[in-house]
């Protein structure tokens, strides 16, 4: 597609829900991120992608964070058991990794989650 | 550690030039971006360096200087459209970017 898509733009949970969120990257970008944007605040990296392959997940703040890619083109990012502190908007990038010295990041305009 | 740093907000005027400033400390670090995030929409990149120096992309401008960690954007004659905040990213080898809390810019007429 023309950019990074992601859905819902919105949702809202009740504390205890799962939720799952939905990623659609550039058409043929390699890598893929997912970042979390408190209000007021820079994104905070949560996981990343390279094909289908998770390389690094070391920003995921708990166990009920889970994030897959199983074709290496579309991403879910699911939330068990969602807490209130959960509440953010949470980003997708993706970048082609062309292999040069620098791969810009392309993100989609997010979705909030609101944990009531 | 990693740290970014930038002021959280600032004011200038229609037509004027405004200098938005960023500090890192990264435990790797392979460029510095500036993206532009509306309220409610997605960030949108800017600009980058890899080395040090000053990158001039139109009405806007960014300079690096690795050895002292800093980064600042530029923004000439600027516009009310131009209100909105800035975000200071290190990219940590394309493993993932490092981001500062966002300078919220307001352009006053």
């Known amino acids: 597609g023309a950019g990074v898509s992601q859905s819902p733009r919105y949702k809202v949970a009740k504390r205890g829900q799962d939720v799952a969120l939905r990623c659609d990257p550039i058409?043929?970008?390699?890598?893929l991120f997912w970042y979390q944007q408190a209000l007021g605040q820079g994104p905070e990296f949560l996981t990343y992608f390279q094909n289908e392959a998770q390389l690094d997940k070391s920003g995921l703040p708990s166990d009920r964070f889970f994030a897959e890619r199983p074709e290496g083109s579309v991403s879910t990012l699911k939330i068990q058991r969602t807490q209130q502190e959960d509440s953010a908007v949470y980003l997708c990038a993706s970048s082609s990794n062309s292999g040069g010295s620098v791969n810009i990041q392309y993100f989609g305009a997010g979705t909030r989650l609101s944990v009531l | 550690g990693q740290n970014i740093d930038q002021p959280t907000e600032m004011t200038a005027t229609e037509g004027a030039i405004v200098q938005i400033n960023c500090t890192y400390q990264?435990?790797?670090?392979?460029?510095l971006f500036w993206y532009q995030q509306h309220a409610g929409e997605a960030p949108t990149f800017l600009s980058y360096?890899?080395?040090?120096g000053l990158e001039e992309k139109g009405r806007f401008s960014s300079f690096l200087s690795r050895s002292k960690g800093y980064s600042y954007l530029l923004l000439k004659e600027l516009q009310m459209k131009d209100s909105a905040s800035y975000l200071c990213?290190?990219?940590?080898?394309?493993?993932?970017?490092?981001f500062g809390p966002g300078t919220r810019l307001s352009v006053l007429p």
């Open positions: 990264t435990s790797g670090f392979n460029g």
């Open positions: 360096n890899v080395l040090d």
């Open positions: 990213a290190a990219d940590n080898y394309g493993q993932n970017f490092v």
């Open positions: 058409s043929g970008h390699v890598s």
